[in-house]
């Protein structure tokens, strides 16, 4: 499989992993706001809440690094995706892989009948991502 289709086919999952990541952001943040300081007050017990704020700020950073990196990663391939010289090749490629749309949908989009597509455009449109990407 060419470079090109993979990058293009990672998509999907890197928008699975980025809503994911977001999730489980707000989640930790909910539990960030839920916690207080210490009450000196009460009877001491072993678990921390230190302990546990810590490893909640630390997964939050590392979650917050890792989505940074998915947006990055995302970016990169919007912008090879814009380099592909043919407005309707692009927007092919946008509505099959960055919308996960089916043939007959894209199909509707850019204009053409599915069959033509499927065995002429989509090979012309990979052909023009792949030279888009070994240009960036």
């Known amino acids: 499989m060419k ?4 990058l293009l086919k990672r998509v999907r ?3 699975e992993n980025f809503t994911r990541a977001l999730e489980e952001l707000a989640c930790l943040q909910k539990a960030l706001d839920g916690l207080s ?3 000196y007050s009460l009877p001491r017990v072993q678990s921390s809440p230190c302990n546990q704020l810590e490893e909640i700020v630390i997964r939050k950073l590392k979650l917050e690094e890792n989505v940074c990196d998915l947006v990055r990663q995302r970016a990169v391939i919007n912008q090879i995706l814009n380099k592909v010289e043919d407005e309707r090749l692009s927007k092919l490629l946008y509505h099959r892989f960055i919308k996960g749309e089916s043939w007959n949908k894209v ?3 850019v204009g053409y009948q599915r069959e033509h597509l499927i065995k002429e455009v989509y090979p012309r449109a990979l052909e023009s991502f792949e030279k888009a990407l070994t240009s960036h």
Not at 3 to 6: A, E, H, I, N, T
Request: charged share 30%.
């Open 3 to 6: 470079q090109g289709l993979k």
């Open 13 to 15: 999952k890197l928008d």
């Open 37 to 39: 300081g210490t009450d």
């Open 107 to 109: 199909a509707q989009a």
